[in-house]
C-alpha cells in the first residue's frame, strides 16, 4: 500500500487531520482530554506545522507536527527544528510509515527552513518505546516537563539525520 507524506495547507487538510487527531489522541496518552487535544491543535496550526500521512483511498493514517524553534525560547531559536508529536493509528503503526514520514519531515524542513541545524523531537519518557526508536539516530539532549508529562528531548544534526535516512530512500 502506498503512503503519501505531505503538510496540512487547506482547510480540508486541516479538518481531516484534526478529526484524525481527536479520534486517536489516546495514542499520545490515555488521560489526554478533548480540550486539550483542542488546544493542541490550535498551538500546532497557528504556530507551528501539521504533515500528515495518507493512504491510496486519501485516509488520514499518521500526523506530526513541528516548530520552527521552539516554545521555552518563543520560537526565537531558529537554528532548531522541534517534533513534540507524532501520532498513527494502530493498523499502520510501524517502521515503514514512520521511516517515511521522517524522511518527509527532514527533507520539508532542509527545504523551507535551511538555517535549522538541529532536529529535536520529544517522546514521553514513560515510551520506552518511541524513546529507544529515537536513541536510534539521536543524542539525549535534556527533559522538560510536556503537556502530558515528562518528556525526554532528543537532538540531532539536519545533516546527520540526512545521512542515517539516505539508506532507507
Known amino acids: 500500500m502506498p503512503i503519501?507524506?505531505?503538510?496540512?495547507?487547506?482547510?480540508?487538510?486541516?479538518?481531516?487531520?484534526?478529526?484524525?487527531?481527536?479520534?486517536?489522541?489516546?495514542?499520545?496518552?490515555?488521560?489526554?482530554?478533548?480540550?486539550?487535544?483542542?488546544?493542541l491543535l490550535y498551538l500546532y496550526i497557528t504556530q507551528g506545522y501539521l504533515i500528515y500521512s495518507s493512504?491510496?483511498?486519501?485516509?488520514v493514517i499518521g500526523v506530526c507536527a513541528y516548530y520552527h524553534g521552539t516554545p521555552e525560547?518563543?520560537?526565537?531559536?531558529?537554528?532548531v527544528a522541534f517534533m513534540d508529536m507524532a501520532?498513527?493509528?494502530?493498523?499502520?503503526?510501524?517502521?515503514?510509515l514512520f521511516v517515511k514520514?521522517?524522511?518527509y519531515l527532514v527533507d520539508h524542513i532542509a527545504e523551507h527552513h535551511p538555517e535549522v541545524e538541529d532536529l529535536?523531537?520529544?517522546?514521553?519518557?514513560?515510551?520506552?518505546?518511541?524513546?529507544r526508536l529515537y536513541a536510534?539516530?539521536?543524542?539525549?539532549?535534556?527533559?522538560?516537563?510536556?503537556?502530558?508529562?515528562?518528556?525526554?528531548?532528543?537532538?540531532?544534526k539536519i545533516h546527520q539525520i540526512q545521512g542515517f535516512l539516505r539508506k532507507y530512500r
Do not use: M, W
Open 87 to 96: 501520532l498513527s493509528d494502530k493498523a499502520h503503526q510501524g517502521t515503514r
Open 4 to 39: 503519501y507524506v505531505k503538510q496540512c495547507e487547506s482547510d480540508e487538510e486541516f479538518a481531516k487531520v484534526s478529526l484524525f487527531f481527536l479520534t486517536n489522541k489516546f495514542g499520545l496518552h490515555p488521560s489526554i482530554s478533548t480540550i486539550d487535544a483542542v488546544t
Open 136 to 156: 536510534k539516530f539521536a543524542e539525549v539532549s535534556h527533559t522538560r516537563d510536556g503537556y502530558v508529562g515528562q518528556e525526554t528531548v532528543f537532538c540531532v
Open 55 to 59: 493512504d491510496d483511498s486519501n485516509q
Open 101 to 103: 514520514g521522517l524522511i
Open 73 to 79: 525560547q518563543e520560537y526565537k531559536d531558529k537554528h
Open 120 to 131: 529535536q523531537l520529544a517522546a514521553l519518557t514513560e515510551n520506552t518505546y518511541t524513546c
